[in-house]
């Protein structure tokens, strides 16, 4: 019954356990290459985040974005590193 609603469904939702591909493409990249990725990303969010969020000057901004960055960054890292690693079945 849940194939025939899923194959129903307007929008194709899939059953299947398959990952998307971009999630994938994500995993298969070198961890240097993900950091590389992430951290000026999540600085820039951070950045905006204090100027905007908690009205700091723009060199506080700077700096807290950096600092900020950083673990979130080894956050990402290591969640990927369980997802993919959840994924092969080890």
Do not use: D
Request: aromatic share 12%; proline share 8%; net charge positive.
């Amino acid at each position: 019954m849940l194939s025939e609603l899923a194959s129903a469904h307007p929008f194709g939702v899939s059953t299947s356990r398959e990952p998307p591909k971009l999630v994938l493409r994500w995993e298969s990249l070198s961890t240097p290459v993900q950091a590389a990725i992430v951290f000026p990303l999540l600085a820039v969010v951070f950045f905006f985040l204090n100027l905007l969020g908690f009205n700091q000057p723009v060199w506080r901004s700077i700096l807290y974005g950096l600092i900020e960055s950083a673990p979130f960054t080894a956050l990402v890292l290591v969640a990927t590193a369980n997802e993919r690693r959840k994924r092969s079945g080890r």
